[in-house]
């Protein structure tokens, strides 16, 4: 399956953004879908999963509360609601799919989009 992430930008601290990852080329709704994100001079964390059907999520503790993914499986979509950024946050953001279930570790991943950047200024 092939992921596109989109939505980054550049915004102040304590704002919103929204983020998109469109699946092509394969079963998506037999996907657990996941947003991962990589700062500089740091390894890549977990940030959020969806099971399957939507109907479980996870969040890393970090951003639970102000961060929520949602999917849409007639669409192929998944899209990750990010509210009162924090400079923290900055980062290049990653989807990826990993066929039937959910994971944190990032190696555990089988497929990854091309990431989109995130900057939160102060």
């Known amino acids: 399956v092939q992921l596109q992430a989109s939505g980054g930008g550049m915004v102040q601290a304590g704002g919103s953004l929204r983020l998109s990852c469109v699946a092509s080329?394969?079963?998506?709704?037999?996907?657990?879908m996941h947003w991962f994100r990589q700062a500089p001079g740091k390894e890549r964390e977990f940030v959020a999963s969806?099971?399957?059907?939507?109907?479980?999520?996870d969040y890393a503790e970090s951003v639970k509360g102000r961060f929520s993914i949602s999917r849409n499986n007639a669409k192929n979509t998944m899209d990750l609601g990010m509210n009162n950024l924090k400079i923290e946050d900055t980062a290049v953001y990653y989807c990826?799919?990993?066929?039937?279930?959910?994971?944190?570790?990032?190696?555990?991943?089988?497929?990854w989009g091309q990431g989109t950047l995130v900057t939160v200024s102060s």
């Open positions: 080329g394969g079963p998506f709704r037999e996907y657990g």
């Open positions: 969806i099971n399957w059907i939507g109907s479980s999520t």
């Open positions: 990826a799919a990993r066929r039937y279930y959910t994971r944190r570790n990032p190696e555990e991943l089988t497929f």
